[in-house]
């Protein structure tokens, strides 16, 4: 009995050896991106985790860089004009803090592009959803419909539909492409859209009526936020300029007299006084967004 059931095992690595195991498209092009770095070269860069998450970063940001060219020049914006001032000049301080700038400048540009092309999507989704709603009462598949969607809307949408199409001819079911959209965009409005879809043709219903009210639903909050933005524009900007002075003349007066700005750094009163002023300028930023901040 042993021996059958050590057999079977031998026969089941066999098999596992020769099927190969299924891999989403996103996960193979993951895989070619790290064979492609040297194993003792890059060290860390082969990280599968850092690499998988700095590559969904910089594919969302829609930035054509690869996560190991990204990775050396965030590298060298943050050591290197940072050295270079600790080696001329000596000056630790500002050393530093050319190093924290160097490191954030990257992180600022990726997110901040990243949620500008989310809004560019969730401005575009609307229409999107009307194009299927068109194409299904015409009588054309959902896959026909987006396939309308590449050809006739402009990125982001045509190129995020084009990702989930471009998965389907690999062989990822419908339902497993879309999921993977709303996990790369994480937007609200797209994960309603993809639920929707996802019930209809489990369950079964009229889809195009169902994308249609999702549609104008889509729409006016959109209207909603531009009101809401509109009518906390002034709170913004004064949160902007009254965060951002302190800083502004803290700047130009190290640069004109750095001798009456380093008393806050050498003196016990002037570090104590220092760490409240950054206290409650982080304070009055957050209580700031806070209020301008409307959840609806």
Do not use: H
Not at 49 to 54: R, V
Not at 213 to 228: L, Y
Not at 258 to 272: E, I, K, N, S, V
Request: glycine share 8%.
């Amino acid at each position: 009995m042993s021996k059958l059931t050590q057999k079977k095992r031998e026969i089941a690595d066999r098999v596992e050896k020769i099927l190969p195991k299924e891999k989403s498209v996103l996960s193979e092009m993951k895989e070619k991106r790290r064979e492609n770095l040297p194993e003792k070269k890059y060290g860390l860069l082969r990280s599968k985790k850092f690499l998988d998450l700095l590559y969904n970063e910089l594919t969302l940001a829609d930035i054509k860089l690869k996560p190991e060219e990204f990775s050396v020049i965030w590298l060298v914006l943050t050591f290197i004009p940072s050295g270079l001032v600790a080696l001329l000049s000596g000056e630790m301080l500002s050393a530093v803090t050319l190093a924290v700038v160097g490191a954030g400048l990257p992180v600022f540009i990726v997110r901040s592009r990243k949620k500008k092309r989310t809004i560019a999507f969730e401005v575009q989704l609307g229409d999107a959803l009307i194009v299927i709603c068109n194409c299904l009462r015409s009588g054309l598949s959902f896959q026909q419909a987006m396939e309308a969607i590449v050809k006739e809307m402009g990125p982001p949408v045509s190129v995020e539909f084009g990702r989930v199409l471009q998965e389907m001819q690999y062989g990822v079911p419908l339902e497993e492409g879309l999921n993977n959209m709303t996990e790369r965009l994480k937007s609200a409005d797209l994960l309603l859209t993809v639920s929707a879809v996802n019930i209809q043709r489990q369950t079964g219903g009229n889809l195009s009526e169902i994308l249609e009210i999702i549609s104008e639903t889509i729409k006016e909050r959109i209207k909603i936020k531009g009101d809401i933005r509109t009518l906390t524009a002034q709170g913004r900007m004064s949160g902007m300029l009254i965060g951002g002075l302190p800083i502004v003349m803290g700047g130009m007066l190290m640069i004109t007299n750095p001798a009456y700005m380093l008393l806050l750094f050498t003196t016990p009163l002037g570090r104590m006084l220092l760490i409240v002023a950054v206290t409650m300028e982080v304070l009055g930023f957050t209580f700031i967004k806070k209020i301008v901040d409307i959840k609806y």
